[in-house]
């Protein structure tokens, strides 16, 4: 408990808030999206895969940030822990460039949110930040689901849903 409460004051301190006017943060235009989850199986990266795929032909910009645990799922596309500090910061200096794009929009497509996701969360800068409801709510995001089923594809169901609402009234 008090290891967890140090590790989120150490990932948190630096974080400084981003400014976007009211007008920024509605426009409904984007043109680069970043896809935010956390990976448990082969099969729910070849959903996010998918995803990412329909939504390049939408958007000019689509990246993909993909989180596990699982060893069994040998891809070099997915970040595993060891990239991490202690307290759960992203090393290097190709995060601190990634960190530096502004995101039209963010989608978090996951039924678990590690610190270091939460930290992401945060810290990306976008004007949209979509996620569904998982105990709390992060900070900028706006809730696409309060569902308790945060199955992966009924996620992306969901997100695709409101695209197609955003570009048919955009």
């Not at 082969?42 to 329909?54: Q, V």
């Not at 940030?65 to 991490?84: A, G, H, M, S």
């Not at 307290?87 to 996951?110: A, I, R, Y």
Request: aromatic content about 12%.
């Amino acid at each position: 408990m008090v290891i967890s409460r140090l590790r989120r004051w150490f990932l948190f301190k630096e974080l400084e808030e981003v400014d976007i006017t009211c007008e920024d943060r509605f426009e409904i235009r984007s043109h680069c999206v970043a896809i935010l989850a956390f990976v448990n199986t082969a099969e729910e990266l070849a959903l996010l895969k998918s995803l990412e795929d329909r939504m390049s032909n939408v958007f000019q910009v689509v990246q993909g940030i993909y989180f596990t645990r699982n060893k069994q799922l040998d891809n070099d596309e997915l970040i595993t822990p060891e990239i991490f500090n202690w307290f759960g910061k992203p090393k290097g200096d190709s995060w601190n460039k990634f960190l530096d794009v502004e995101f039209d929009q963010l989608w978090v497509v996951s039924s678990t949110v590690t610190i270091t996701m939460e930290y992401l969360i945060t810290r990306i800068k976008s004007r949209l930040k979509l996620a569904p409801y998982l105990n709390e709510t992060y900070r900028d995001c706006h809730i696409f689901t309060h569902s308790n089923n945060h199955d992966i594809k009924q996620l992306i169901n969901q997100l695709e849903d409101i695209m197609l609402k955003l570009n048919k009234h955009g």
